[in-house]
């Protein structure tokens, strides 16, 4: 078994396994963007998304962007802070 | 000089209000809004310290929704100038990362660059901050440059391409005050691009005397929110960046090592 967990990681019929601000997150295989941020109840205009490293800028992309086994994504927003 | 101007305004008026990179700002104090009580209380201190530039830290969404960390949910980003900042990056290639997700956000390209260098001092990496200010700067970012209060990193990072230097008047959150006027007032006579000093303000006495040196702004956080009462501590902050401002406008009498009486030496009785 690898470290990464290949039994864990692995996807059961129909979802897709990804990683979510660093923890495993399955999601409906066919899933947007879009569709992820509204499971989370996150509204797209407060969050940047991050995608294997590259940052989304175009928030209208989102509605369009599958998602797939594997991706990384990093979901930030801004707190208080000096 | 338009003395009644002055008299006769409730508040004095500064003649040059702070403009960064052709921005101009309504006030010399920009605050943060990290380690406050509660959100209410946080807003009621930045309404009280007038500050319309507003700091915010970049940090993953709590998916588990354990408790209201985001800011927008609180602060109008009509009335406030959002400024991200890079706090709790160590190396230039992280604080970079950080403001492009910041910039992301859509509200603006103006970055707080922080590249730490020390975790217990906080204090900055200057070799990390150049690169990190020139890259930036290089993609279109208005880069404020956290540093130390040393001279050659201030110059350095100006022609690096930051619209603002912001020395350290004492390490971040130490409300130890500014611990060395002469650099802090070298580094202002020697930058052209505006130089906001911040961390270490621990009282309104340290703010206003900051300010007495000539520096065109303060941005202080735990100097407010760790007061035993924030909001009437982000008042006092007001008013000792706009004394001290105008204490340095008005310019300072000649220190003397002798006294010097104020009223007349003559037409003393018996004499």
């Known amino acids: 078994m690898t470290e990464s967990g290949g039994i864990v990681r692995e ?27 509204a499971s989370l109840e996150l509204d797209a205009r407060t969050v940047v998304v991050e995608r294997n490293g590259t940052i989304l800028r ?25 | ?39 209410a209380q946080m807003i009621d201190a930045i309404e009280a310290s007038g500050a319309e530039v507003v700091t915010v830290a970049v940090r993953r969404v709590d998916l588990d929704r354990s408790k209201d960390e985001a800011i927008l949910h609180h602060l109008d980003p009509d009335h406030f100038f959002l400024l991200a900042n890079t706090a709790g990056c160590f190396n230039a290639s992280d604080a970079i990362r950080y403001a492009r997700l910041a910039r992301a956000a859509g509200f603006n390209e103006w970055v707080k660059l922080e590249v730490i260098g020390d975790q217990q001092s906080l204090l900055p990496d200057t070799i990390g901050l150049l690169q990190a200010t020139k890259t930036l700067a290089d993609e279109g970012f208005k880069v404020l440059a956290y540093t130390n209060d040393d001279l050659v990193t201030a110059l350095k990072l100006e022609d690096a391409g930051a619209v603002a230097v912001m020395p350290l008047a004492s390490p971040i959150g130490s409300g130890l005050g500014m611990l ?9 006579q020697r930058l052209s691009v505006p130089v906001i000093v911040d961390a270490g303000v621990g009282t309104a006495s340290d703010a206003c005397i900051v300010m007495e040196q000539g520096v065109d702004g303060i941005l202080m956080n735990t100097g407010i929110a760790a007061a035993q009462d924030p909001v009437r501590m982000a008042a006092a902050m007001k008013g000792a960046v706009e004394a001290g401002r105008h204490a340095y406008l008005a310019g300072r009498m000649p220190r ?3 006294a010097v009486p104020s009223s007349p030496t003559t037409g003393m009785l018996g004499s």
């Open chain 2, 1 to 39: 000089m338009a003395h009644a101007d002055l008299i006769s305004a409730a508040t004095l008026t500064d003649p040059q209000p702070l403009v960064i990179a052709g921005h101009e700002f309504r006030s010399r104090l920009m605050v943060g809004t990290g380690k406050y009580a509660s959100n």
């Open chain 1, 11 to 37: 996807a059961m019929a129909g979802e897709v396994v990804l990683a979510v601000n660093g923890a495993e997150r399955r999601i409906p295989q066919g899933s947007t963007l879009a569709d992820l941020l």
């Open chain 2, 256 to 258: 003397r090592e002798v």
């Open chain 2, 180 to 188: 060395n006027p002469y650099a802090i007032r070298t580094i202002k």
């Open chain 1, 58 to 82: 175009d928030r209208s992309s989102f509605a369009s962007l599958d998602l797939a086994a594997d991706d990384s994504l990093e979901i930030v927003h801004f707190v208080g802070g000096g």
